[in-house]
């Protein structure tokens, strides 16, 4: 008999969009603009790799076939100056430290929000001031 699967368990594509969407979200939170496919995919052709708008499209949403190229991820990761490992799902714990660092980057970008909104809001109240903070978390790396 199999055991049912887990409900808590993310299946592969899922965890490769969420990988993806966190390099994207740290981008910004480093204070730079949002890549483009455009420009993701003129950074891949300088590798040598192509890669079709629709297949990043179900890369970064998690839908659709498991993308396994080791050549295509490790291009993805050199794009953004990470180790392979993260986007290969290698052995060790490389990939949660990259990971962790990588979602620690992106919350000190949301740390940075606050404090500026409650800079310009001056006289807020401090229940709005939660509130704002609790919008802001919601936008956690874990929900990415």
């Not at 490769?16 to 995919?41: M, S």
């Amino acid at each position: 008999m199999t055991a049912a699967p887990n409900a808590d368990e993310v299946s592969p594509q899922l965890e490769l969009a969420r990988k993806l969407n966190l390099l994207l979200d740290v981008v910004v939170a480093e204070g730079n603009t949002p890549y483009t496919y455009r420009q993701i995919e003129a950074g891949l052709n300088e590798r040598g790799l192509t890669l079709s708008r629709a297949r990043w499209a179900y890369m970064i949403t998690g839908e659709g076939p498991l993308v396994t190229d080791p050549a295509l991820l490790t291009g993805i990761a050199d794009f953004f100056r990470i180790p392979p490992e993260y986007m290969l799902g290698g052995d060790g714990d490389l990939p949660e430290r990259v990971d962790a660092q990588l979602a620690f980057v992106k919350s000190l970008r949301v740390a940075r929000v606050v404090s500026f909104a409650a800079r310009m809001l001056g006289d807020v109240s401090p229940e709005t001031l939660r509130s704002i903070t609790e919008l802001l978390a919601n936008e956690s790396p874990d929900s990415a």
